[in-house]
């Protein structure tokens, strides 16, 4: 009995043979010559006893004959009756209890080139929404989770909250990510990626440090994607994932996306777009007949694609590289587009040379920023908006933090542009806010607070976001807010009003790492493409390119940016930047369509400043 259900079930089988063969010995031995029939051979004694063993009902069939007949006919059918009763039994409390460890999660999963999920947040439901957004065209496709929770629990949420799965099918299984035993439940070894989610605790990356451990001892060569909360654990955790791990800076990215968001209106739209798998995202595309042609030619090639810089044969990621680079037989295309297969070479559409200005850039006057609140990544921002802004430029921070007042005398002997200054008062106090005189600041930076509860921190958050709001719609204000949820489900609350008006938040993060686990070489696009010391994308007005008021297509847009040692990807329409949810950006055109730009109209380009 200790060995389970199978044994049980042997045994059993074995017992019944030995009942029948054992009743039909006998049957044929006290009754080989019925009263009413023929001679009864061996063999059919042994039916004989079969039909008793299984059928209780066939005992009142035996009538006359011997009385040694009907006895061993009668216990025949008691013993079918019991092994058959236990055999019911057995089956039953085994079927139960394999539906009882199915039910727990503990089963391995079967499914080869899928995608494992280790670990539990609230980033899982837009992890598991953007896979099953890029596994569209996939007829069969799956995604393994593992976390500490109940099995049917996760099944539910993510049923409640990702809504349909599509062609994509979603695997739970309960178990610890931290413990090698129970990571072999989502058979990470056939796995074809790996995204790692850690939470928010404090000790997140030690947690992220032990499952990239687990993970890489599975001698799995997929590809690993994770976060790490502290800029400081960087070097232990890429020990740790190996060469096959691709992880981001949180905090560093986070404070690149404030300060880009912030300082350009339009441009969260656009990083938005990139970073999800709904409209267009990028690809990377080997042509092999652009071999030896300049990057000016393969800007020009593609329709419905948009080109803006080269990957290397040795890894290497140039962003909006020189006209006159020749492109290597083994370099890949960078491209924006609406699918992999999109990516197509056309012939150009043509280009109207008449149109096309060269306006020299405006010269860049100084800003006003201000900070309300203080975490570990407001010292990235200030370095960041020192790196953006011109010398001349001040920012006014407002926080109530142990760490504000310090972090601040540090940061004053290492900026060069910037004027630093600090108010200690609560950056939620709408008398606080009004005499700071809002109306004078270019860019506002709402952060939440990480020495409270992260909760507490969001609804402080939300309240000064709120009075912002307010304050712009009465002052008429034009500056642009930008502000920090700790928890998406906060962001969800506070609804986006305006593309000036952008809430950061994991979600970012988790599309990030979500497109890095589909395209690993994305990892570098995305470090080159929010880095400040190469090109980053700009919305720079239309005048400098085309002349406004005149019909023309993207095609003469594209060649008056090439001029311009930029790479164009798509335009912003001043008339319909107030209408959600794309804010007038149009990103990534057909170069043939025609399009008339207005004064204040914008053309979305990869430039190095």
């Known amino acids: 009995m200790s060995k389970g ?10 017992a019944s043979v030995a009942v029948v063969l054992a009743g039909g010995l006998l049957v044929w031995l006290v009754d080989p010559n019925p009263a009413d029939g023929e001679p009864r051979g061996f063999f059919a004694s042994v ?49 139960d209890a ?103 605790g404090h000790d997140r990356d030690a947690h992220l440090v032990k499952m990239l451990l687990s993970v890489t001892k599975a001698e799995n060569r997929c590809t690993i994607v994770g976060s790490v909360a502290e800029q400081s654990n960087m070097p232990a955790a890429r020990l740790a994932g190996g060469p096959a791990a691709y992880l981001i800076d949180a905090t560093s990215v986070a404070a690149r996306l404030i300060v880009q968001t912030c300082l350009q209106s339009g441009l969260s739209v656009v990083y ?14 080997h042509e092999p007949s652009l071999a030896g042609q300049p990057y000016s030619t393969a800007l020009h090639s593609y329709r419905t694609s948009a080109i803006f810089g080269v990957r290397q044969g040795n890894g290497t990621v140039l962003l909006n590289p020189p006209g006159d680079y020749r492109i290597a037989d083994g370099d890949h295309l960078l491209a924006i587009s609406a699918d992999d297969d999109t990516v197509v070479m056309a012939p150009p559409a043509p280009i109207h040379h008449e ?17 309300l609140g203080w975490n570990q990544r407001a010292v990235g921002v200030v370095q960041q908006l020192d790196q953006y802004l011109t010398a001349g430029s001040e920012v006014v921070v407002v926080a109530r933090h ?18 630093l200054s600090l108010t200690e008062d609560d950056s939620a106090d709408r008398a606080v806010l009004e005499s700071l005189g809002i109306d004078d600041f270019d860019h506002v930076i709402a952060l939440c607070y990480d020495d409270v509860d992260r909760q507490v921190a969001d609804s402080r958050t939300l309240v000064t976001l709120l009075h912002l709001r307010d304050m712009e719609q009465k002052l008429d204000g ?16 506070a609804q986006v009003t305006q593309a000036d008006d952008f809430i950061v938040s994991d979600k970012l993060l988790s599309l990030m790492t979500t497109q890095v686990s589909e395209n690993p070489h994305l990892a570098d696009v995305f470090g080159r493409l929010f880095d400040a010391g190469g090109s980053e994308i700009y919305l720079k007005p239309a005048e400098l390119y085309v002349r406004a008021g005149h019909p023309l297509n993207f095609q003469t847009v594209l060649e008056a ?39 204040d109209d914008r053309v979305i380009v990869l430039a190095k400043d």
């Open 402 to 419: 142990h760490d504000v007042s310090l972090s601040l005398k540090r940061l004053a002997a290492e900026v060069r542009n910037l004027s």
């Open 272 to 285: 938005t777009d990139l970073l999800d798998f709904g409209g267009d995202e990028i690809y990377v595309r």
């Open 98 to 200: 394999k539906l009882q460890e199915l039910r727990k999660g503990r089963s391995i999963v079967l499914e080869t080139g899928h995608t494992v999920i280790l670990g539990w947040s609230d980033q899982v439901f837009t992890v598991i929404g953007e896979l099953v957004e890029a596994n569209g065209n996939k007829r069969r496709a799956c995604v393994a989770v593992l976390a500490d929770k109940d099995k049917v629990e996760m099944e539910d949420e993510i049923r409640a909250k990702v809504g349909d799965l599509r062609s994509t099918s979603v695997v739970c299984r309960t178990g610890d990510p931290l413990d090698p035993d129970d990571i072999a439940l989502v058979n990470i070894a056939e796995a074809r990626s790996v995204i790692i989610l850690t939470g928010s």
């Open 47 to 95: 039916w004989q006893a079969v039909l008793h063993a299984l059928d209780p009902g066939d005992v009142a069939g035996d009538t006359g004959g011997h009385w040694e007949f009907v006895a061993v006919a009668f216990l025949i059918t008691i013993g079918g009756i019991f092994i058959v009763t236990a055999f019911i039994g057995v089956l039953t409390t085994g079927l």
């Open 561 to 599: 940016a090439r001029l311009r040692g930029e790479s164009a990807v798509g335009y912003r329409l001043a008339a319909n930047a107030q209408a959600a949810p794309a804010y007038g950006i149009v990103l990534n055109p057909d170069k043939a369509a025609s399009v008339t730009f207005a004064p």
């Open 5 to 14: 259900t199978s044994a049980l079930v042997a045994w059993l089988g074995l």
């Open 355 to 371: 149109l096309i200005v060269a306006g020299p850039d405006p010269v860049p006057a100084p800003k006003r920023a201000l900070i």
């Open 478 to 493: 034009k500056f642009s807010i930008v502000s920090e949820m700790g928890d998406d489900r906060n962001r969800q609350l």
